[in-house]
């Protein structure tokens, strides 16, 4: 699922470490506040804990890129289809 492609550790969050192996993974540089707010944006509590399944979801929900919160939902990137 979608989760575990940002959870690179397996730790079961996602890491600062995480989020920057994933955006240099797609050729974006980023710099760790902008990975802080991401992070923050998740609704992280604890920046060295990480973001949870849970306020993975549920960013994504309030992002409009799924349209349920939980694992098994489908992602919806712009100007694409759903196909079932």
């Known amino acids: ?3 575990n492609i940002f959870d ?3 730790t079961n969050v996602i890491t600062k470490d995480d989020i920057s192996k994933v955006m240099s993974a797609i050729g974006e540089d980023v710099c760790d506040l902008e990975i802080e707010t991401m ?7 604890d920046l ?3 973001i949870t399944e ?4 549920k960013l994504l929900k309030r992002l409009g890129l799924t349209d349920e919160v ?11 289809t759903v196909q079932e």
């Open 48 to 50: 060295e804990e990480g």
């Open 8 to 10: 690179r550790s397996n």
């Open 70 to 80: 939980d694992a098994e939902a489908p992602i919806i990137l712009p100007n694409t």
């Open 54 to 57: 849970d306020q993975f979801y």
């Open 1 to 3: 699922d979608c989760f």
């Open 39 to 45: 992070m923050n944006e998740a609704g992280c509590d």
